[in-house]
């Protein structure tokens, strides 16, 4: 019986069928994208709410299929998507423009060469490519921003630069605000029981750090560290590679008696742990611990003067303030940048330590609105913020498209054509 169910509920759709809805998905789809082009937001029905949005990745995942084919294919040219968006702002509308032209031109000519096509597009690109000027640059964001949020995006962006941070808060004010801290952000993993308890969010100001190099198995490791913080009334952030049970059940037993303020966290990647410990120390004037510093030896209660401005913990961010750091941070930074290029793998790595180790942090505080409002807005501005690193880095193409949006939706969409021209048949459960 249940065999039989499956059978009935199963329908496999043919080659001209696929080929037939994936055109006139398609074809919705650049419709949709094009009117967000001329500033036209679409609103999308889900749930019988009209959803609008200026970001084309979010448009494409409110997009409500009309049946399970068209579900299958907004899957994975979704998947495209969100790749293409992530390496260049507008690349998702250039790889549906260019996907529908490769289309376009195989149904005219059956033998017509997309690999020789992609090449001479590519070829045209790096020919055509134009660094960005002062002038251009400001023509660019005329031409393509509203004056508003134009002007601050281009002020953030110039203050926290390719490499820094940019984060968003609203407040009781009239205009928007940029303002620069010079703010260090670490990938942690907090200790949930103390954080929870502080509601989610652990945000100290003259915060002592200290760092260990090792897992705390015992409350009687690190009494010297808690005995002075109850008698200082200290906020203390303790950053180890692991603590056991007894120690958080004492932090959050002393916590909630408001003998101390303590919280914990740890790396989140035990291949790179030490080096994180050693970064956050850095940047936080920490007192730190190894095995050749053991608490139990190296501890002095002196150490608790120095502190660091601000220390905030949101979720698996760790947020450090502290103006003593820069310049033994951008020593350390400048170590890291030498070792760049001795090994792919850890590339990667070591400009993700330089990011963490690079203080710009700016924030935008955008005037109080409604919760949907409020996200509009940020879309908004995190578009135009993509495309000034696009255009700053990159450059134009023609004077007129982002270089690398036009590369990688032309890369992209050939990929995505190989792969949807080349599905023979789709089995779809109703």
Known sequence: MERWLKEKMKSVESKDKITDQLDSFLNKINKIFLSQATGKNVAFLQENQARASSSHVLSLLNFVPENRLENILKQIIYEYAIKAEKISSDSAVSMLSFLLDFFDKKRKNPAFDLVAEKQKIIEDIQQNLKRPTGKSYREFIRSNFSTTIGDVASEAYHLAGPAGKIVFDHGNISQPIVELARTYQFEIQPEINILLAN??????????????????????????????????????????????????????????????????????????????????????????????????????????????????????????????????????????????????????????????????????????????????????LDKVLRSIKSFVKYGTYKNKYLSSSVYVGCTYAYDLYEILSSIEAAIVYE
């Open 199 to 380: 509601e989610g969010t652990w945000e100290k100001t003259d915060v002592k750090v200290f760092c260990i190099e090792g897992i705390i198995e015992k409350v009687s490791e690190i009494d010297c560290i808690l005995s002075e913080a109850a008698r200082k009334k200290s906020r203390v952030l303790i950053v180890s590679l692991g603590n056991s049970h007894e120690v958080v059940s004492t932090i959050l037993t002393n916590n909630a008696r408001k003998v101390f303020d303590i919280s914990l966290c740890y790396p989140v990647n035990d291949r790179t742990s030490i080096n994180d410990i050693f970064d956050i120390a850095t940047v936080s004037s920490a007192t730190l611990f190894d095995y050749q510093n053991p608490i139990s030896i190296s501890f002095k209660p002196e150490c608790f003067d120095n502190t660091c401005e601000e220390v905030s913990m949101v979720g698996n961010k760790l947020f450090i303030k502290n103006s003593k750091a820069p310049g033994i941070a951008n020593k350390k930074v400048k170590q890291l940048r030498e070792k760049l290029g001795d090994s792919n793998i850890e590339d990667d790595y070591i400009r993700k330590r330089i990011q963490s180790l690079t203080a710009n942090q700016v924030k935008i505080t955008l005037p109080e609105k409604t919760s949907q409002e409020k996200f509009n807005e940020i879309e908004r």
